[in-house]
């Protein structure tokens, strides 16, 4: 991507959040409130709401969303998936990041601006309660600089207090997306001592939060995400960005109170979207910054001070690099076609493979160290085999194993009847018959059927003595 601002490259040396001597410069980023900004909270607490309030919602017995990694359970929209299920994890994956990968090069970094947690954590909660408590960027500065009198005590304290009042809930969400509604509500009405390492996992989460929004901030952004650095391998000049438009802002140049005509462009150097900035570019440097996260802010910025001024809006807009320069418009690139290609196949395989998919998950094993059992009297001879079946279903499920005659299924104790879901039940059971019943070249096929009739075949070998 080109860059525009070329009086003074030196931030290309640092990040914006770094002195020349390697300190960390706090960032204090102006309040705008612009349409865009408007958009952008009614969309984020949608999203809140969503967020802290799908946990709590069951269809079925069913959580609508779990990520259970410790016991390697997954539930997407109610449809649970096990160990057994990781080709389709694993497929589902592939089809998100090759939807991120198309999504970028068509739109840039919407997603973090707008819809990634930590910008919405930071900018819409914990960013809102800073401006209410300690005021807008400059009183906050001054709040910094000054002395810790009784004003600074007052107005930190509360901050940090609601901070991690914050944190404690978003750790606590984040954990029932992990263990599920149920395990959590042990946590809560129990002593802490009957589940310790999940009470320690609540303020371990409580203590990373609350470092992330009231300390790390746009550091996670600027050096921790890796998403900020594929920008520059999947972004081209087609893509969809905030940009600065140079051709009509250059030269910059300051407004001179009662100057009805100028020799510079639109631009008033005025440094507003530098400003507002959550993480301290300046948008005028070019696009394709890995700091710059989208959010649109130095757009509401901008716009309000060509209001001012009595100039165009759209001076910082989202367009293309292309747009820019010559007013092209986004094309179907060679590069967009290959990803949704393989996006479509992706995803037409996976569907199909959802399609088919079995509420059950049935492994079936001869024995180990073991061949036949033979009576020389009867010339019956029988074949121990071992049976575990998964019920992926969202309920309880019986199961009827069977052989076809004249063969018998013998099952040594109780044998496999009913599974609760997401469970599994293991079994033993003997398969008896007259020497040659079972033809010894071909498999021996054993029905395993569910409460809805549903049938899958398992062939296995059949092994017995010579005649």
């Not at 300390?215 to 087609?238: A, H, K, S, T, W």
């Not at 003997?430 to 021996?444: S, Y």
């Amino acid at each position: 991507m080109s860059q525009f601002n070329l009086e003074n490259d030196d931030y290309r040396n640092h990040l914006y959040n770094q002195a020349k001597d390697g300190k960390r410069l706090w960032i204090y980023p102006g309040r705008i409130i612009g349409n865009l900004y408007r958009a952008r909270t009614y969309f984020s607490y949608v999203l809140l709401i969503l967020l802290f309030g799908l946990p709590w919602v069951e269809i079925s017995g069913q959580p609508v969303f779990m990520f259970n990694v410790i016991e390697r359970t997954f539930i997407f929209w109610t449809v649970p998936f096990y160990p057994q299920d990781f080709h389709l994890v694993a497929l589902g994956i592939v089809c998100f990041l090759i939807f991120i990968s198309l999504f970028t090069v068509l739109f840039g970094r919407i997603w973090c601006g707008w819809a990634c947690p930590q910008t919405i954590f930071m900018e819409m909660l914990f960013r809102k309660i800073e401006y209410w408590i300690e005021g807008d960027d400059k009183a906050q500065r001054r709040l910094d600089e000054g002395p810790w009198n009784q004003e600074k005590i007052l107005k930190k304290s509360s901050k940090h207090f609601i901070f991690l009042i914050l944190a404690f809930a978003i750790s606590n969400t984040f954990l029932m997306y992990i263990i599920g509604k149920k395990e959590w509500l042990k946590l809560v009405i129990e002593p802490p001592m009957n589940h310790l390492i999940g009470f320690m996992a609540i303020w371990i989460f409580t203590a990373v939060f609350y470092f992330v929004f009231a300390r790390f901030r746009e550091i996670v952004c600027m050096v921790v995400c890796p998403y900020g650095r594929l920008q520059g391998v999947l972004l081209d000049n087609n893509s969809i960005l905030v940009q600065y438009d140079h051709k009509r802002g250059e030269p910059k140049g300051k407004l001179t109170k009662g100057e009805t005509s100028t020799n510079h462009g639109d631009c008033i150097d005025c440094h507003w979207c530098v400003r507002v900035c959550p993480t301290g570019i300046d948008i005028r440097n070019g696009s394709n910054q890995l700091e710059c996260i989208g959010c649109t802010s130095c757009i509401d910025a901008c716009d309000e001070v060509m209001e001012k001024i009595n100039k165009p809006k759209d001076l910082i807009r989202y367009d293309s690099l292309n747009g820019v320069n010559s007013g092209t418009k986004l094309k179907f690139t060679t590069r967009i076609a290959a990803y949704s290609v393989a996006l479509m196949a992706i995803i037409g395989v996976f569907g199909y493979l959802l399609i088919t998919r079995k509420n059950y998950e049935t492994t079936l094993l001869r024995m180990p160290g073991m061949t036949y059992q033979y009576d020389e009297k009867t010339h019956m001879v029988s074949n121990l085999y071992q049976i575990e079946i998964l019920n992926k279903s969202k309920g309880k499920q019986h199961y009827k194993i069977t052989v076809a005659p004249p063969l018998t299924l013998i099952w040594v104790g109780k044998g496999i009847s009913m599974i609760e879901n997401g469970k599994m039940a293991k079994g033993e059971f003997f398969i008896k018959g007259l020497v040659g019943q079972q033809p010894r070249r071909e498999k021996l096929p054993i029905m395993v059927t569910d409460s809805e009739g549903d049938t899958e075949i398992i062939k296995t070998s059949f092994i017995q003595p010579d005649e």
